[in-house]
């Protein structure tokens, strides 16, 4: 491939992400607003769903890169929402874990799997090395997206 034709590609490449990254944004707000919830609470709350069990606040901050204190005030917003709830570690009654609850959780993916019913039938006609070969890019662009939010942050200028 010539250096034109490369040239051609990237800048395609580069449109076709941004529209992307924009059209998942605003999808995101269509779904946040159908819930009743702040887009980054909604995303806080599909990370905490990932998570496995609960986490403490400090966890939801790393997880969202926001401060303590922003990371607090989001926990307060889904518990006033009903999405989590704050809970004594049996382990060490000092920390306080953050835990989905079931049955919003449960709402959450109803709302998710209705909307996205659709999203594995655009994989269908793709072999496994093509789907691998996207697991890969998103495995980087996540990555590479933490690397420059922190990199945003520490910048402050």
């Given at each position: 491939?010539t250096g034109d ?6 800048e ?9 990254m924009?059209?998942y944004?605003?999808f ?10 702040h887009p ?6 599909n ?6 069990g609960p986490?403490t606040?400090g966890r939801?901050?790393?997880?969202t ?7 607090t005030?989001?926990v307060?917003r ?6 989590v ?6 382990g ?5 874990l953050?835990a989905t ?5 449960a ?7 209705r909307?996205?019913?659709g ?10 090395a093509?789907?691998a070969l ?5 495995r980087?662009?996540?990555e ?7 990199r ?6």
């Amino acid at each position: 491939m010539t250096g034109d034709a490369r040239a051609r590609l990237f800048e395609e490449l580069s449109a076709v992400s941004r529209r992307y990254m924009a059209s998942y944004a605003l999808f995101n707000q269509a779904v946040a607003d159908r819930l009743g919830l702040h887009p980054t609470d909604l995303q806080c709350l599909n990370l905490l769903t990932l998570e496995g069990g609960p986490v403490t606040t400090g966890r939801i901050a790393e997880l969202t890169g926001l401060t303590t204190g922003s990371a607090t005030r989001l926990v307060d917003r889904l518990e006033r929402a009903g999405y989590v709830v704050r809970e004594r570690d049996a382990g060490d009654r000092r920390r306080v874990l953050v835990a989905t609850v079931p049955e919003k959780s449960a709402e959450f993916g109803r709302v998710w799997e209705r909307l996205s019913g659709g999203w594995s039938a655009l994989f269908d006609d793709l072999d496994d090395a093509e789907l691998a070969l996207i697991i890969g890019h998103m495995r980087r662009t996540v990555e590479f997206s933490g690397e420059q939010i922190a990199r945003l942050r520490a910048d402050k200028a």
